[in-house]
T-cell receptor
Framework: DAKTTQPNSMESNEEEPVHLPCNHS???????IHWYRQLPSQGPEYVIH???SNVNNRMASLAIAEDRKSSTLILHRATLRDAAVYYC???????????FGSGTQLTVLP | DAGVIQSPRHEVTEMGQEVTLRCKPI?????LFWYRQTMMRGLELLIY????????DSGMPEDRFSAKMPNASFSTLKIQPSEPRDSAVYFC??????????FGPGTRLTVL
């Protein structure tokens, strides 16, 4: 899997947007960008993934830089339930497994 | 669907005892993964199966660990003998093709 770099922690105020960055300068042309999150005392859960174009779903948006060397996960209105560790992962095309780094611990302040 | 089911949710055992963790993947999923999570090492892949066949077990720490998948709806992870350093949360996940992975709630193992 290509290497990713994320900040260890971030804070946000409730009901404000949150932008979680991920650098992946060694990304290859076929690497998808996946985001998972892990809520306290739960298993990880899928958030979103994309290849080149920006992506939106009910949980979040994924903004991918034009050169694909970085991406940003956007939570449009953070809630207390969004407090979690967010992982940015670039699994190899042929790989079925995910390699989790240390992720970003998001704290949402009321 | 009930999602990925793991049992037990908590296990406390003494060093040297055999421990068996169980997982029922989501029906129709053809890949199953076992992960271990500790504060020191984070979330690590132990082994994964595709169509009930072990594909990559390079993450299994040592011979004390073994995993089986006798059919598409059941898998076990066994530790024999267990040691205190095996204490961790063990997650099972399943997946259809190259889609998203769905994780179970985990088994918290404590080896005294």
């Amino acid at each position: 899997d290509a290497k990713t770099t994320q900040p260890n922690s971030m804070e946000s105020n409730e009901e404000e947007p949150v932008h979680l960055p991920c650098n992946h300068s060694t990304i290859s042309g076929t690497d998808y960008i996946h985001w998972y999150r892990q809520l306290p005392s739960q298993g990880p859960e899928y958030v979103i993934h994309g290849l080149t174009s920006n992506v939106n779903n009910r949980m979040a948006s994924l903004a991918i830089a034009e050169d694909r060397k970085s991406s940003t996960l956007i939570l449009h209105r953070a809630t207390l339930r969004d407090a979690a560790v967010y992982y940015c992962i670039l699994p190899a095309v042929a790989a079925r497994q995910l390699t989790f780094g240390s992720g970003t611990q998001l704290t949402v302040l009321p | 669907d009930a999602g990925v089911i793991q049992s037990p949710r908590h296990e406390v055992t003494e060093m040297g005892q055999e421990v068996t963790l169980r997982c029922k993947p989501i029906s129709g999923h053809n890949s199953l993964f076992w992960y271990r999570q500790t504060m020191m090492r984070g979330l690590e892949l132990l082994i994964y199966f595709n169509n009930n066949v072990p594909i990559d077990d390079s993450g299994m720490p040592e011979d004390r660990f073994s995993a089986k998948m006798p059919n598409a709806s059941f898998s076990t992870l066994k530790i024999q003998p267990s040691e205190p350093r095996d204490s961790a949360v063990y997650f099972c996940a399943s997946r259809q093709g190259f889609g998203e992975q769905f994780f179970g709630p985990g088994t918290r193992l404590t080896v005294l």
